[in-house]
Every structure is written in structure tokens, then in C-alpha cells.
């Protein structure tokens, strides 16, 4: 075969022959066309240059019916299947890992991951289903995942379906994202929607004792972090009257988003619990949660990279129904939220928490998300403080916080329920929960007739119910939960007739002064006691002692 080097000589010889001047700067335009014409079929006189080109055209041609028959295969294949494509953060994904953990066919897969991820659910529910097995212990099940950039197949209600895990790097940071791909085998989407109401349906089930927390992440959406069990409302010990009225005012306001319509009054209702550390004010929210089936959103205005229009957007993002949580909303500036010390300027450091690092969230930002034009109906928003008279008027106002709820130091009816609580077994305690029940409807009923005013949407109400509401150092709980274990207490603690147990508490109540201690030291206390309740009585005035030189 002809090397390059010869067929450009023999090219230029060629040229000669054929009198082309190849130096020559400006040809005729008659010659040119005859010149190249007779170059070319020169050109194909050669053996090799006739090989390449065939060899090009050859080529051309089977790429051409590559891609045809690619392009005839994919359509149809997406004639013949739907896919679905999950993304890694996103609730439906946790929906169909789920579900997949609950495929049997799923479960024969050979290759698979395993890992102990929970998916927003409580561990118990997911794979492997053997009990007996001893990895599946309570605290740390595993299930196993779809490995990366595998493919399954498994079969559901007699449909074929193509299971996918793709990872992918996203971003400029190169961030790894994660999706889950499904190709079903149908010609609608009808099967598929079979598959994600059945998914869902399952994962509401599972979640049915759970509440679920979501929290901001730093590209501001919202991020599902735990699930934790529901608290009953039962657990939190308030003064008679104050669990009912707001769970009464939560229910009235999830009920009448039609009356907020007809008035064209925003459907949103803001809470504020103010007052003592650890009085419940957390625990209580918690538990209305659970008792209202809304998951919860947290708020964290000292969030570092917060700023206004990431917080907007969060507030834009949260769902209809939700309840959304700003902790210790005074803490979001560190002297206090007010009008004057509004930050304005991005990177000013005036109103932050660790000093160095700006907070960038502004008051007038801060209320422009809460009910600004992108603020979301349906939501419920809880703020606590500590620091109630930190705040500003605006922050207060009705239609922001519409009912401002005050918690106090521990008064003696509140200190003798903990008691009774902490050392009557449940049953018993149900027969005081009888009574605990009637003295709060009593109360109740006495608070009715203010009742509708409160979730007319259009006032702002103060509970007080009663006490001076001054704070007390708290106890630390990690301390007295050293002293004790569960087994422990399981063994030991004495079985107290409901008698005996009310006459202690009567006694330890009494040994109390009225909103001196905040439930959490008291609980803190009882710890150290778990398995003494006779002590827990006789020894409280001389922890009282102590704690009170502690403080002066
Ligand atoms: N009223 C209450 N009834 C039952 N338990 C309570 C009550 N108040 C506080 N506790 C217990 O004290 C602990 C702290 O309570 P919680 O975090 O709800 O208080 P808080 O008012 O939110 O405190 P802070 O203002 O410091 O955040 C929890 O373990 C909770 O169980």
C-alpha cells in the first residue's frame, strides 16, 4: 500500500503534468472548477484514497444505522415501559425504599447493600424480616438497599418491574446524588400510581406512632433528619385547662381554613410559649404534633448562611399542613429581636450569636417571611423564649403570634402529677388519669366561654394561669440519669398502691414552694430517686437546701 509521502508525490507530479500552477495566487475562474475536477479524479485513480473513502462512507453509514435503531429502540421501549425516577432527597424516595424493603422478590436479591439507614422511619420496620437473627436486634436494624448503579428486576402484582439505584456527581462541588430509577412494564401510568399510592400508604402506616422532623440544610430546603415516637399529651404536666385549650384552639384552626377564606383572613395561626426553662414548653409542642398528625418543621434562625431569602424560601417550601418551630426565637439576636437592632447590612455582625460570624437574618425579614406574600397557608407556627419582653411589639403582634402562652416554674398541683407519674405503674395511673381528666374539663369549661374568641384568628391572647414566672438554675438530667437503670428500676422500685402513691405525692408537693423549681429539675430530681420514692419524699428538703445555697 501506497504511503502518504508517495501519494502526495505522485499528487504534485500529477500537478505538473496537468500544468496547475499551485503557486500561481490567482487562477482563472474557468480553470479552477476543471482543475480540481480532474485533481479529484486523480485523486481516486489511487487505490488507497479509494479505500479511505469507501471505508468513510461504510462508516458513515452503519453509525447512522446505530443510531437509528437506538433512537427505534427507545421509543419502543418507552412505548412499552413507564419509568419513574426518585430523587435522593425528596420524601417519595423514602416512600419507595420503603416499599422495596417490603417486596418479597426484593428480598431474594443476591447483591445487594446492606445498611442500617432508616429512612425517616423507626428501625423497626424495615428488612431483614427474621427476628430471630441476632444482626436484627432493636438498635440498629439493617436493610438492605439496591446497590449503586445496579439493576433488578423484581415482579409486583404480576408486573415486571426494573429496579435502578443511579449515583451521580452534581454541582460545581461535585456533589454525589443519588436517584432511584423504576421502570415498570405498562403501557400507563395507572400501574404506576398503584405503586406509590401503596407506597406512601405503607410508610404512613410505619409512621403512624411517629412524628417526623425536618430541618434546613444549607442549600435551603428542607431535609427529613428523624423520626421520633409520638409523646402523649398525657406525659405533659401543665396546669389544669391549658393542654385543652391549645390543642382545642390547634384542632378549631385545622378545621376552618373555609371561615379564614370567607373573611380573607390569612390561614395561618402563630403560638408563642414563653417563660421558664424547662417547663415544657418544647415537650408540649412535641406532643401536639403527634396528637394532631403534622410533622414538624425547625426553624433555626442562628443557622450559619441563613439569610433573609433563604429564610422566605424555606417558609415558601413548607407544606400546607405543617407545624413549623422557631426555638428561643430571642436567641436569634443576641440582644434581643427588636426593631433597633435590625440587620440590615449583609456581613454586619451587629445582633449575632458567636460574635464573629455574621447573622444575616433581619427583623423585617424576618416578618416579611411570616406572612409575606409567599408565606404558606395552613401552617402552624410555635416561637418559644425564655426572654418574652426581648421581643418586638411587631414579632407579637395578632396574625404573627395570635395566642402567647406563658409557662412557669413548677406549681404543687404540677409537682404532685410528676410524682404520681414517675412511681405508679400505667395502669394505675389511668384510674388518676380519670380525675386528672374531669379536674380539666372543670377548668375547661370555666375557659369555654373565652374559647371562641381565641380562634377567631383575629386577637392576640395572653394565658396566664397564674404565678410569678420567675426562673430557677435548671437541673442537670444527664447527671441523675447515671444514677439509675432501667433494669435496675424494673427490679427494685417498690409496687405503691395508688394510695400510698397519692399520699406520697401529697407529701412531696407539699414539701415544694409553689414556683420555685422548674418541672425539669424536678424530673431531674425524681431521677436520682427512680427506685425510692420514700427517699425521693424525706431527702427533698435537704436538696432544696442545697440547691438553694447553690444559687445565692
Ligand atoms: N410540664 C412538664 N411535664 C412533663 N415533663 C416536663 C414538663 N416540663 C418539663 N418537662 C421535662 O423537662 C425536660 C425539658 O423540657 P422542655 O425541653 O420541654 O422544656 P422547655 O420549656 O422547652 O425548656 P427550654 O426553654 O430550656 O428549651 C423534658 O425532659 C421534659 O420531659
Redesign the pocket.
Known amino acids: 500500500m501506497a504511503t502518504i509521502h508517495q501519494v502526495v508525490e505522485q499528487l504534485l507530479q500529477a500537478a505538473n503534468s496537468s500544468n496547475i500552477s499551485l503557486a500561481s495566487p490567482t487562477p482563472t475562474s474557468q480553470t479552477v472548477p476543471a482543475n480540481l475536477a480532474s485533481m479529484i479524479g486523480l485523486a481516486l485513480s489511487f487505490s488507497a484514497l479509494r479505500d479511505w473513502l469507501k471505508l468513510l462512507v461504510v462508516g458513515g453509514i452503519l453509525e447512522t444505522l446505530r443510531r437509528i435503531i437506538f433512537a427505534l429502540w427507545g421509543s419502543v421501549t418507552d412505548s412499552l415501559f413507564v419509568t419513574a425516577h426518585f430523587k435522593y432527597d425528596d420524601d417519595s424516595y423514602d416512600w419507595m425504599m420503603h416499599w422495596l424493603s417490603k417486596q418479597p422478590s426484593w428480598k431474594k436479591a443476591r447483591n445487594v447493600q446492606i445498611s442500617t439507614s432508616t429512612f425517616g422511619l423507626s428501625p423497626v420496620v424495615l428488612l431483614p424480616s427474621n427476628d430471630e437473627d441476632p444482626l436484627n436486634d432493636e438498635s440498629r436494624k439493617i436493610s438492605y438497599l439496591p446497590n449503586v448503579d445496579e439493576t433488578y428486576a423484581i415482579w409486583y402484582k404480576y408486573r415486571w418491574v426494573q429496579v435502578t439505584r443511579i449515583q451521580e456527581q452534581t454541582g460545581y462541588y461535585g456533589r454525589m446524588e443519588e436517584t432511584l430509577r423504576l421502570r415498570i412494564l405498562s403501557r400507563s401510568n395507572e400501574f404506576l400510581n398503584d405503586i406509590l399510592r401503596d407506597a406512601k400508604r405503607q410508610y404512613m402506616a410505619a409512621q403512624e406512632n411517629n412524628i417526623s422532623i425536618y430541618v434546613s440544610d444549607t442549600s435551603n430546603s428542607w431535609r427529613h433528619v428523624a423520626s421520633r415516637p409520638k409523646r402523649s399529651l398525657q406525659?405533659?404536666?401543665?396546669d389544669p385547662g391549658l393542654k385543652d385549650l391549645l390543642i382545642g384552639d390547634a384542632r378549631d384552626f385545622l378545621e376552618s381554613k373555609e371561615w379564614y377564606a370567607d373573611r380573607g383572613i390569612p390561614f395561618r395561626r402563630g403560638y408563642l410559649l414563653y417563660?421558664?426553662?424547662?417547663?415544657?414548653?418544647?415537650?408540649?409542642i412535641h406532643s401536639l404534633a403527634g396528637e394532631l398528625g403534622l410533622d414538624v418543621y425547625i426553624i433555626s434562625l442562628s443557622r450559619t448562611g441563613l439569610d433573609d431569602s433563604g429564610l422566605s424560601t424555606l417558609i415558601t417550601e413548607l407544606p400546607e399542613k405543617c407545624i413549623a418551630l422557631m426555638?428561643?426565637i430571642d436567641a436569634a439576636f443576641h440582644h434581643g429581636l427588636s426593631r433597633e437592632n435590625d440587620v440590615s447590612d449583609e456581613g454586619s455582625t451587629e445582633g449575632n450569636i458567636d460574635g464573629p460570624t455574621p447573622n444575616r437574618i433581619s427583623l423585617s425579614g424576618l416578618l416579611n417571611a411570616l406572612d409575606g406574600i409567599g408565606a404558606q397557608e395552613g401552617r402552624i407556627l410555635f416561637a418559644?423564649t425564655?426572654k418574652y419582653t426581648s421581643l418586638d411589639p411587631a414579632l407579637c403582634r395578632p396574625g404573627r403570634m395570635d395566642l402567647h402562652i406563658e409557662?412557669k416554674l413548677?406549681s404543687k398541683y404540677?409537682a404532685e402529677e410528676?410524682f404520681k407519674r414517675f412511681y405508679l405503674p400505667p395502669s394505675e395511673r389511668n384510674g388518676s388519669g380519670k380525675a386528672e381528666v374531669k379536674v380539666e374539663d372543670d377548668e375547661k369549661s370555666s375557659l369555654d366561654s373565652g374559647f371562641s374568641d381565641l380562634s377567631s384568628g383575629s386577637s392576640s391572647d395572653l394565658i396566664d394561669l397564674g404565678g410569678s414566672g420567675t426562673t430557677s438554675p435548671?437541673f442537670s438530667?444527664k447527671e441523675s440519669q447515671v444514677h439509675a437503670t432501667p433494669a435496675l428500676h424494673r427490679k427494685r422500685a417498690p409496687k405503691l398502691t395508688h394510695c400510698q402513691a397519692s399520699k406520697l405525692a401529697a407529701q412531696f408537693s407539699d414539701a415544694i414552694p409553689d414556683r420555685a423549681f422548674?418541672?425539669?429539675a424536678l424530673?431531674g430530681y425524681l431521677m436520682t430517686y427512680k427506685t425510692r420514692p420514700y427517699e425521693a419524699v424525706n431527702e427533698f428538703a435537704s436538696w432544696m437546701a442545697k440547691e438553694r445555697v447553690g444559687t445565692n
Do not use: H, R, V
Not at 275 to 284: Q, V, Y
Open positions: 406525659s405533659i404536666i401543665l417563660g421558664a426553662p424547662g417547663s415544657g414548653k418544647t415537650s408540649l426555638e428561643d418559644t425564655n409557662f413548677a404540677q410528676l435548671d438530667e422548674s418541672m425539669a424530673q
